[in-house]
């Protein structure tokens, strides 16, 4: 193990926030993939939302979408993660990384880049697809809680969400709630409520 990845880790058992361990496990793990000349994984899933919702949500594993398992666990191996069924676990930093999916919906899907101030990097899901994903759980499967978080986030970035993109995305054949985000989009940006002086 690199000083470095040793660095790292001693970082992450020092961090109290449940959400910066996560991220900053995930920075490393992209920054060893880069080395490799692989891409980034992607954050997707509960900890993208506990990204978005400032840890209001939280989730103890870290989903990623990543097309090269192979890669991906060498490198999970190296930081100390073992296979425990369809997770990879790492017993001493209390972590646990998933891997839901081989890549987002398309090439032209909005990422977040998370910057750490040593140049570590982890990238995100954005916005746009975490909303179509649980918008997805709050029609189809019925979860109240994937609804609350939908009209949270909708309302915390309207302005920063790409609604082109949203309304375009979710008429795509495998998704029926476009509707619904037009709806959002006329409450929160057509319409926005107004503020009490």
């Not at 470095?4 to 992450?12: A, F, N, P, Y």
């Not at 100390?80 to 997770?87: A, H, T």
Request: glycine share 6%; net charge negative.
């Amino acid at each position: 193990m690199s000083d470095q990845t040793r660095s790292l880790l001693e970082r992450i058992a020092r961090t109290s926030s449940p959400l910066k361990r996560q991220l900053l496990m995930l920075a490393g793990i992209t920054r060893e993939l880069r080395r490799r000349g692989k891409p980034a994984p992607i954050l997707i899933g509960g900890c993208a939302l506990a990204y978005y919702t400032r840890e209001v949500y939280f989730t103890a594993d870290i989903d990623v979408a990543y097309p090269d398992r192979d890669a991906l666990g060498e490198v999970l191996q190296e930081l100390g993660f073992v296979v425990e069924g369809r997770y990879w676990v790492q017993h001493e930093l209390k972590l646990v990384v998933e891997v839901p999916a081989s890549s987002l919906h398309g090439e032209d899907a909005p990422l977040e880049i998370v910057e750490f101030e040593d140049g570590l990097e982890c990238t995100i899901i954005g916005i746009e697809d975490l909303l179509i994903d649980r918008m997805n759980a709050c029609k189809h499967w019925k979860s109240t809680s994937d609804c609350e978080m939908v009209e949270l986030l909708a309302g915390q970035f309207a302005g920063e969400i790409d609604w082109e993109y949203l309304i375009t995305r979710a008429t795509l054949p495998d998704n029926t709630t476009a509707n619904e985000f037009r709806a959002l989009k006329e409450r929160f940006v057509d319409n926005p409520p107004q503020k009490i002086q």
